[in-house]
Structures are given as structure tokens and as C-alpha cells.
């Protein structure tokens, strides 16, 4: 099965549209106010609305209130949702939108256990941060840190760019990658050049 690439942390439409010239399968967008990628619910509604058909859209939001949540979905029609905090798998799940759990890889005991909470999630994304701590570090961890056959589909985030996503792609059996600063010229704003290698990294390991 082919690998699903996602960008995340779009600011613009310019990048949006860049990364779906390249083939990307889903763009993300941060509403979490401490990020350097963070967008308003009014830019994301703005960039969406430039997208071309089935391209899937992706609200991040790190241990937000219910409010905000509601509030964000009230102005942007997103696809899926994104939690990367300490949200609650009723939280979670509350919103009539289908969901992604990010964990964090760094210092986890027991990932089943923790991940197994989430029983209505399409899939569990694995970052290098740890557990309930913001991503986008850039960095990457070992591979061989990710479950076996696990129940549901596996995002692989963290440190991901267009010189070792091949090996990503050879090395794990995940479902999907995510990729932000992996893919960007500075913070937030995206180089199309490297998303353009990076698909092609992609798309060469799978001919």
C-alpha cells in the first residue's frame, strides 16, 4: 500500500497549493497559539477554500477547550482532527468529526495501553516528543520503537525530510508520514523544492 503523506503546520496558500501540486494526500493546520505555524481559523477557512477536490484537511489542536474546538469548526470545515495533548478519549470524540491521537514516543512505558484509550481514532500518530508535549521538534527517534501490527493505522512524525524518508518508507510498515519543518525554508513558511523532493523520494521507493 502506498504511503500517505501528510504536510503539516500550512500557513498559506501558496504552500497549499504547492504541496498538492506535488501530490501530497493531507495539509495540516495549527491552532495552537504557542506554535510558530499557528494559523487562525479564519486563514485556514481562507487557504481551504483554494483547494483543489480530495485533499483531505487537518486541524491540530494541543489540550484546547471545548470551545475552542467548536469555535474553530464553527468558521473552518475540517476533515479530521488532530489531538496532540492530554485530551480524553470522550474529548476527543465529542466533536462529529473523525479523529488522529498523536503520542509521544519519548519516555513511553506502556504504548498499547495508552493508545488502546482511543477506540474510536482512525489512526495513532507517533512523534519524537514526549508523551503530552508539543511536536515539531524536528527530530527524529528509532524506528524500532514502533509497534508491531498494531490494531490501527500508524503515522510516523518527527524529524522527517526529503534525505531520510526513503529510508522511512523502506525501514517501517507505517501508514502514513507527517512532515513540517522537515519541508520548510524557515518556520512556517514551506520550500516547495523540498516537498517536491520529498514526494519524489517517495514515489521512486514505491515504483
Same mark, same amino acid.
Given at each position: ?62 489540550? %484546547? /477547550? $471545548? ?9 473552518? *470545515?475540517?476533515? @479530521?482532527?488532530?489531538?496532540? &495533548? ?28 495508552? %493508545? /488502546? $484509550? ?9 512523534? *519524537?516528543?514526549? @508523551?503530552?508535549?508539543?511536536? &515539531? ?28 524518508? %526513503? /529510508? ?40
Amino acid at each position: 500500500m502506498s504511503k500517505r503523506v501528510k504536510i503539516c503546520g500550512i500557513t498559506s496558500a501558496t504552500d497549499a497549493l504547492n504541496a498538492c501540486d506535488a501530490g501530497v494526500d493531507a495539509l495540516g493546520f495549527v491552532f495552537y497559539e504557542k506554535s510558530s505555524r499557528y494559523v487562525t481559523p479564519e486563514q485556514a477557512a481562507d487557504i481551504c477554500q483554494t483547494l483543489p477536490p480530495f485533499v483531505t484537511t487537518v486541524g491540530l489542536f494541543m489540550n %484546547a /477547550d $471545548q470551545q475552542q474546538v467548536e469555535d474553530t469548526l464553527s468558521v473552518v *470545515s475540517l476533515d @479530521l482532527l488532530q489531538f496532540h &495533548g492530554h485530551e480524553t478519549p470522550d474529548f476527543c470524540q465529542s466533536f462529529d468529526r473523525p479523529y488522529i491521537k498523536a503520542v509521544g514516543i519519548n519516555g513511553m512505558e506502556d504504548f498499547a495501553k495508552y %493508545a /488502546d $484509550q482511543y477506540t474510536d481514532a482512525l489512526g495513532i500518530l507517533i512523534d *519524537s516528543h514526549a @508523551l503530552g508535549k508539543a511536536g &515539531g521538534t524536528g527530530e527524529t527517534f528509532d524506528w524500532k520503537l514502533l509497534p508491531k501490527n498494531y490494531s490501527k493505522p500508524i503515522i510516523l512524525a518527527g524529524g522527517l525530510n526529503p534525505d531520510n524518508v %526513503a /529510508d522511512a518508507c523502506k525501514e517501517t510498515s507505517v501508514y502514513a508520514l507527517d512532515l513540517s519543518s522537515g519541508v520548510e525554508s524557515s518556520p512556517g513558511i514551506k520550500s516547495k523544492a523540498k516537498i517536491d523532493a520529498l514526494m519524489r523520494e517517495v514515489k521512486h521507493v514505491e515504483s
